[in-house]
T-cell receptor, first 116, second 109 residues
Framework: DAGVIQSPRHEVTEMGQEVTLRCKPISGHDYLFWYRQTMMRGLELLIYFNNNVPIDDSGMPEDRFSAKMPNASFSTLKIQPSEPRDSAVYFC??????????????FGPGTRLTVT | GQSLEQPSEVTAVEGAIVQINCTYQTSGFYGLSWYQQHDGGAPTFLSYNALDGLEETGRFSSFLSRSDSYGYLLLQELQMKDSASYFCAVRSSGTALIFGKGTTLSVSS
């Protein structure tokens, strides 16, 4: 398996622009997670899905952030409008419930977002 | 609130043994995980403890004491490639993980 795939790997955009991050989880995994990592705040869970259904979005910082999972092999995280404080590395991860109750998560390579 | 505490930095020499501690205060507890992250890379899963005791996987071992809300990651026969950040993470409800701020391990020759 190719592992979790994320695109783009790097994104530089101007404040106010819309940003869309993409993720393809490992085939057969039933959970998908979106995280944000910064030096100040560490690794924060934004939202997670189970079988394509959003379970907990309490980590989404504001209404500017939205996430979708239209099918088992694709998810997007959208920021509109983007702000400089959104600059971070965004990770997507997936897991399988039957393995360690989903605690064994496989992370994608991340998208490094810079908003100027 | 929910919190996980781990040291910010640890240094050691090649061949040594190092222990990274993690204490947690969470509203619920189902298990403690450890992840490794190299600079510029993604976190990778190392271990998971749901019950008290020691789990061993090669050079790495992880321990959990639920009564003490405490766990640790033990790295033996340290190698330069073990230089990385190590995160403890608690599954407090559902499948979501709460991550600690990470411990940066520097291994020198």
């Amino acid at each position: 398996d190719a592992g979790v795939i994320q695109s783009p790997r790097h994104e530089v955009t101007e404040m106010g622009q819309e940003v869309t991050l993409r993720c393809k989880p490992i085939s057969g995994h039933d959970y998908l997670f979106w995280y944000r990592q910064t030096m100040m705040r560490g690794l924060e869970l934004l939202i997670y899905f189970n079988n394509n259904v959003p379970i907990d979005d309490s980590g989404m910082p504001e209404d500017r952030f939205s996430a979708k999972m239209p099918n088992a092999s694709f998810s997007t995280l959208k920021i509109q409008p983007s702000e400089p404080r959104d600059s971070a590395v965004y990770f997507c991860a997936s897991s399988l419930t039957t393995r360690t109750s989903g605690s064994e998560q496989y992370f994608g390579p991340g998208t490094r977002l810079t908003v100027t | 609130g929910q919190s996980l505490e781990q040291p910010s930095e640890v240094t050691a020499v090649e061949g040594a043994i190092v222990q990274i501690n993690c204490t947690y205060q969470t509203s619920g507890f189902y298990g403690l995980s450890w992840y490794q992250q190299h600079d510029g890379g993604a976190p990778t899963f190392l271990s998971y403890n749901a019950l008290d005791g020691l789990e061993e996987t090669g050079r790495f071992s992880s321990f959990l004491s639920r009564s003490d809300s405490y766990g640790y990651l033990l790295l033996q026969e340290l190698q330069m490639k073990d230089s990385a950040s190590y995160f403890c993470a608690v599954r407090s409800s559902g499948t979501a993980l709460i991550f600690g701020k990470g411990t940066t391990l520097s291994v020198s020759s």
